[in-house]
């Protein structure tokens, strides 16, 4: 059987497009912002608000000293009274290990690879890019004016690093993490699809 695959991203990377095309390929679900909607309808609260709350770590201060060496991963006792963003992580988490569990799929971002550390029948990947692509990115995608784009493509990575490393207990870049790594500065999205799919389906056999 094909392993669950997870993508982390440098922002503006195009890890999304390269896990979107891979899934299509392979014929295997995919799991992004997809998550959001699916963790709202869950636990009953606005997505909206979820949306804000992605990929972000706690911004209790309280919490995160308490609550320092706690295993998010695991339901707890007084989940409803968790943050946001915590209650967020743990209702993805589980959405993400049923996933895996029913069959092969592509998880982008999320500390899926965290996720599914215990799971053997995985392929995690780290997918990242030169910085003045992911400017350039940044810009042709909208998501900031061409002046600010440096600082928030800066931003943006700190804030996914931030989230991974809090609820990980381990680091973003940390490349032990990972299965593989590759640059859509040196591959096309097609090629980085190509060279992934050929690790899965060597996995596979």
Same mark, same amino acid.
């Given at each position: 059987?094909? !392993?669950? @695959? ?11 497009? /390269? ?5 299509? +390929?392979?014929? @295997? ?6 998550? &959001?909607? %699916? ?25 995160? %000293? ?10 707890? !006792?007084?989940?409803?009274? %968790? !943050? &946001? $963003?915590?209650?967020? =992580?743990? &209702?993805?988490? *589980?959405? @993400? ?6 069959? !092969?799929?592509? /998880?982008?971002?999320?500390?899926? #690879? ?6 053997? $029948? ?11 692509? +992911?400017?350039?990115?940044? /810009?042709?995608?909208? #998501? ?7 600082? =928030?493509?800066?931003?943006? *990575? ?6 991974? $490393?809090?609820?990980? $207990? ?8 990972? *299965? @593989? ?8 999205? #097609?090629?980085?699809? *190509? ?11």
């Amino acid at each position: 059987m094909l !392993p669950a @695959i997870t993508i982390a991203r440098q922002y503006g990377s195009r890890g999304h497009e /390269v896990g979107r095309k891979l899934a299509e +390929r392979l014929g @295997i679900p995919y799991y992004d912002k997809a998550l &959001i909607a %699916m963790a709202a309808k869950q636990s009953g609260l606005s997505e909206e608000v979820f949306a804000d709350a992605d990929e972000r770590a706690t911004s209790s201060l309280l919490y995160s %000293m308490v609550m320092g060496s706690y295993a998010f991963g695991a339901r707890v !006792p007084g989940v409803n009274e %968790m !943050p &946001i $963003n915590d209650k967020l =992580f743990i &209702i993805q988490s *589980d959405i @993400i290990k049923k996933a895996a569990a029913q069959g !092969p799929c592509v /998880v982008v971002g999320r500390c899926g #690879d965290y996720i599914l550390r215990e799971r053997k $029948n995985c392929l995690h990947v780290f997918i990242r890019a030169d910085k003045e692509q +992911r400017i350039e990115q940044a /810009v042709k995608s909208g #998501d900031c004016e061409a002046k600010k784009a440096p600082d =928030f493509v800066t931003k943006k *990575d700190k804030q996914r690093a931030n989230y991974y $490393n809090f609820y990980s $207990n381990k680091r973003w870049d940390d490349l032990q993490n990972y *299965d @593989i790594t590759l640059s859509t500065s040196r591959f096309t999205i #097609d090629e980085a699809v *190509d060279l992934i799919e050929s690790a899965a389906r060597k996995l596979d056999r």
